[in-house]
């Protein structure tokens, strides 16, 4: 190493294929600079990841441990769904904390319980609910669970390019200025399946600027508008592309003001990095 380089330990992780590197600020005394984030998310360059968490063990009472996300463009998040169950994960089998824990994060501290050796169960905020808007002579919903999200209903998931169509309503100038996550969303034939209430979905992320695995917040947005507009009711279970199967429960409230999101989380190796 020369003598300004940092030597970090961190973890790699991924929620339902939405991969993480996670770092603990106990064990690396670091600021991370927005060259650092994307040279860390770097698939050929780097370790290679959707995005950084930054975890730090709480000092006070009122939560466990904060969460810092970073998107892979090096951008600051307000939340993360994946990315929560992924660090509440973390914070149990790495930092000894309980399977229950109050997490705090940019959008408000939220609730999470490890509920077997690869579900987590975690608290989605509603922060706005699920309104309905044309663009381009089509239905686009949009809310906030954390983050902003559109979510549009489509006959054929498979054939959606959802690079394009993602990228197209993520700077549409309805979103601006700070753009939108785009979901595409459809309904499965679930008569003779396990799982009721089936849908598939898949994500354009923002500030990753590509479709990803899954997305927590982005499939929470995506039931609530199903509950909110066309009276599924809950739970509502999610089909990934890599075949996931994540679940939003939705509360008995005439107003929802929080979602519960259970599916999975996994650690995929340890390592250190030279930045």
């Known amino acids: 190493m020369t003598d300004c380089s940092m030597k970090i330990h961190f973890t790699k992780m991924h929620g339902a294929g939405n991969d993480f590197v996670i770092i603990s600020k106990s064990k690396n ?62 914070a149990h089998h790495k930092m000894s904390l309980p399977t229950k824990l109050k997490v705090k994060t940019d959008a408000g501290i939220l609730f999470a319980e490890i509920k077997s050796d690869d579900q987590v169960c975690i608290e989605i905020p509603v922060i706005c609910q699920i309104s309905k808007t044309l663009i381009e002579q089509k239905n686009v919903f949009y809310g906030n669970t954390g983050v902003p999200h559109a979510i549009l209903q489509v006959d054929n998931i498979k054939e959606t390019n959802v690079n394009k169509a993602g990228k197209f309503y ?66 509502i279970n999610f089909l990934t592309t890599e075949k996931d199967i994540l679940t939003v429960t939705i509360p008995k409230e005439s107003t929802i003001s929080k979602l519960y999101l259970t599916g999975p989380a996994s650690i995929v190796f340890d390592g250190t990095y030279i930045i």
């Open 29 to 90: 005394s670091l600021k991370l600079l927005t060259k650092n984030i994307i040279n860390l998310c770097d698939r050929k360059r780097g370790i290679g990841a959707d995005g950084v968490i930054i975890v730090i063990k709480a000092t006070v009472d009122d939560y466990d441990i904060i969460m810092e996300y970073y998107n892979r463009d090096g951008s600051r998040g307000e939340m993360c769904g994946n990315g929560l169950r992924c660090t509440a994960f973390y």
């Open 170 to 235: 993520r700077t549409d100038p309805f979103f601006a200025p700070s753009g939108t996550n785009v979901n595409f969303i459809q309904k499965v034939d679930t008569e003779h399946s396990e799982y009721k209430n089936l849908h598939l979905i898949r994500t354009y992320e923002r500030g990753v600027e590509l479709e990803t695995s899954a997305c927590g917040t982005g499939i929470s947005a995506s039931a609530l508008t199903l509950h909110t507009f066309f009276n599924v009711p809950s739970p």
